[in-house]
């Protein structure tokens, strides 16, 4: 809730917790476009999805399941959330070339479009995908926002770096697993309240690649409070955020403008 007065500029998010058919690139477009609708229907500015949404979480078979950026997949997804007038983010493995990159597409409501490779892999990942070289944020109408995927939003300084190049939002799409539950909300407050800005964190269920994955996807304000929180099923998790709750949190904590990266180590 707003803390000095009423709610003026909300943003409703959607966050598409589901199991995605594993290597079925098909099985799973079909779900996640009645999570469009879904999402649509209630009203939501932005759908959420997954790390590797689109086929499952494949190691193994991450080439197999790859996808192009212009291809029929993400193409008929771009048209149909121009159709609903919803935006989405949504992660899949990306062929480019003789690379494979563990991606996200950002479709705006217009058809605009803004890939982002996941940058920090986690575990196995690098024998299946090539590094991503570059942060990203997409300049929305309301606000600007920036993807991430799982492991990135464990790394302070990613965050931290996003905020200072104005970023209002993170989203993140991550297949995030057991043994980590207790990670995942604690990470979602620290870097809302230290940037003073929104994180969304959409999470997968069910298993793949002999990993149980635990939901829990979460939404944290710039305070640093939890507005919406998913348990261990699949579900369609509404949030809705204040947008001037940014501005606010930035004017009480003043974490961005009272840092002092120049100060030296001294070794003992």
């Not at 493995?93 to 003789?98: N, P």
């Not at 539950?181 to 979602?188: E, L, V």
Request: one cysteine or more; glycine letters at 8%; aromatic letters at 8%.
């Amino acid at each position: 809730m707003n803390t000095t007065g009423a709610r003026v500029n909300i943003m409703r998010l959607a966050l598409g917790q589901f199991t995605p058919p594993s290597c079925d690139v098909a099985g799973s477009l079909a779900r996640i476009m009645d999570m469009c609708q879904q999402a649509a229907a209630a009203g939501a500015s932005w759908l959420i999805l997954p790390e590797l949404a689109l086929g499952g979480y494949q190691i193994e078979r991450a080439r197999d399941i790859a996808l192009d950026v212009d291809g029929p997949e993400l193409t008929a997804l771009t048209r149909e959330a121009r159709r609903l007038t919803i935006s989405v983010q949504v992660g899949f493995a990306e062929r480019q070339g003789a690379l494979v990159y563990n991606s996200v597409l950002l479709m705006g409501q217009d058809g605009t479009r803004r890939i982002y490779r996941k940058t920090h892999l986690f575990g196995r990942e690098p024998q299946a995908f090539t590094p991503g070289s570059a942060l990203a944020i997409a300049s929305q109408p309301a606000l600007r926002l920036a993807p991430l995927i799982c492991y990135d939003i464990e790394f302070p300084e990613l965050a931290r770096s996003l905020a200072q190049h104005g970023a209002d939002a993170i989203f993140v799409s991550t297949a995030n697993m057991e043994p980590y539950g207790d990670d995942q909300p604690m990470f979602a407050r620290a870097r809302a309240l230290e940037n003073g800005l929104f994180v969304a964190i959409a999470n997968r269920t069910g298993s793949d690649e002999g990993f149980q994955f635990f939901g829990g996807s979460v939404v944290a304000d710039p305070f640093g409070r939890i507005l919406a929180q998913a348990g261990n099923e699949e579900t369609l998790l509404l949030a809705d955020c204040d947008l001037g709750l940014v501005a606010e949190a930035r004017a009480a904590n003043h974490y961005l403008t009272d840092r002092r990266p120049d100060l030296p180590v001294e070794m003992g």
